[in-house]
């Protein structure tokens, strides 16, 4: 299951998973609707940690980031950022990018 973030609970979530991504998001996102069934498919098959931001409902958190457009999926190692990607990308491009960094 995908762990709705907001300001509150993000850095917990950042922290307590070693390996995690964020996905930066909004309703309004054509982009943004077709990626989340593939995150949640990546979570479900591979247990990666997977974290989303509504960015319409926590601007700073977008704003922090730098997120200029969406979906931005930002990969978090031991609670800092390590790689950021923009914009939709199929599950098996997907999975092998955060292979990338176990």
Same mark, same amino acid.
């Given at each position: ?5 907001? &300001? ?22 054509? $982009?943004?609707?077709?990626?989340? $069934? ?13 974290? #989303? ?23 978090? &190692? ?5 790689? #950021? &990607?923009?914009?939709?990308? $199929? ?7 955060? &292979?990338?960094?176990?």
């Amino acid at each position: 299951m995908l762990e709705h973030l907001t &300001k509150e609970n993000f850095n917990d979530f950042i922290k307590n998973n070693s390996l995690c991504v964020v996905d930066f998001w909004a309703t309004w996102c054509g $982009p943004c609707r077709m990626l989340t $069934p593939v995150l949640e498919k990546i979570n479900e098959e591979n247990g990666y940690a997977i974290g #989303k931001i509504n960015v319409d409902e926590e601007e700073e958190l977008a704003l922090a980031f730098s997120v200029q457009a969406i979906p931005t999926l930002i990969l978090f &190692k031991d609670g800092k950022l390590t790689d #950021k &990607k923009v914009g939709y990308l $199929p599950q098996n491009e997907l999975v092998k990018w955060i &292979k990338t960094y176990e």
